[in-house]
């Protein structure tokens, strides 16, 4: 019995460790994440709205938090805070110092908007009531430019259901970003 429980383990590892394997540099997998040492080039200026800290992309276009469809990709350009007056971010290369992904458990209220009510929106898969709640597919990369020290990361995201959705891949960030920031994974 015991050479069986040391055989079936082994087996496991060995295919758990050639799953790794698979997707190291794999810029199609959910799994394989931004390394550090990659480069984010922002490719023209950009503008973040006074009294806000971040700036959203989707689709290759800059958004307002109130103009991103959460269900596709998107990603958000963040500053170390808010300032009452605009902030404007000059085209740079940002080194990425750590990136991880999370999926975090968030129950948000969206504040009022001028034209609309405003709603309590779920996206954690915690649902109390049993049902299927979408999750937050966030990667996060923290960034650093001896130019622009107040830029500090860049989390690109979707929701979605699991087990059907998950992570974006780096080709899938690449796409998102289009036009705006160029993504230059290390090796």
């Known amino acids: 019995m015991r050479y069986a429980t040391t055989a079936v383990l082994g087996a496991a590892l060995f295919v758990t460790g050639c799953q790794t394997v698979s997707y190291q540099g794999n810029e199609n997998s959910p799994y394989y994440v931004v390394p550090a040492g990659s480069r984010l080039v922002l490719e023209h200026e950009i503008t973040i709205p006074g009294d806000r800290a971040a700036v959203y992309i989707q689709g290759g276009q800059l958004r307002s938090y109130w103009d991103v469809n959460p269900y596709y990709p998107y990603c958000k350009f963040e500053v170390r805070s808010p300032r ?104």
């Open 84 to 187: 009452d007056t605009v902030q404007k971010i000059q085209p740079d290369d940002f080194a990425v110092t750590r990136a991880f992904q999370e999926t975090p458990p968030v129950v948000r209220a969206e504040p009022q908007r001028p034209d609309a009510s405003a709603r309590l929106v779920r996206v954690s898969s915690l649902d109390s009531d049993g049902g299927i709640s979408a999750t937050v597919f966030a990667t996060t990369m923290w960034l650093r430019s001896d130019r622009q020290p107040d830029v500090s990361r860049m989390t690109c995201a979707q929701w979605g259901y699991p087990p059907l959705d998950g992570h974006l891949s780096i080709a899938q960030i690449r796409k998102t970003l289009a036009g705006v920031v160029t993504l230059k994974v290390a090796r």
